[in-house]
């Protein structure tokens, strides 16, 4: 199983947060990033927009997924210490999620959290669809990549 840590900005609402189902099952470890946080992110992935791709080989390493918005990111970056590897999700994967910003705009092909968790570690080699159970657009992310999700049958 891919070991995943969650870095969380101080500022995400929870009750907002596509990844909270996930607290307190194995493989995930959440960490709500502060001032003087520092982690050891040497040799694990870290997703990352204009990163090379994730591929198959990537699945021996530990995964950091850096939840924030992304005007929020660079705090969180802040609490990294070590060499990570930067990869990014290939392709154009479609949200389900409602985005709205009121304060700037969102990257085209941004993701909910989940969504992104979710294809990493498919990217990886391990096909884990319970992590999309509690997600309330689970359906719909489904439908509209399907074609694009059977070239990551594994």
Known sequence: ????????????RLSKCSLEPLRG????LFLKAKAD???DVGGKMVLAVDAPP??????????VLLDSTWRLLPDLQKCLQGEPVYRSIPGNFETAY???????????GGLASVEALYLAIRLMGENRPEMLE??????????INEKRLE????
């Open 1 to 12: 199983m891919i070991q995943t840590t969650i870095l969380r900005h101080p500022k995400e």
């Open 25 to 28: 099952r194995a493989g995930y």
């Open 37 to 39: 946080l520092k982690v």
């Open 54 to 63: 994730i591929s198959q080989e990537d699945g021996r390493r530990e995964l």
């Open 98 to 108: 409602p985005r709205v910003s009121k304060v700037g705009d969102n990257p085209v």
């Open 134 to 143: 509690a997600y309330h657009w689970r359906d719909e992310f489904l439908r």
């Open 151 to 154: 070239i990551l049958e594994v």
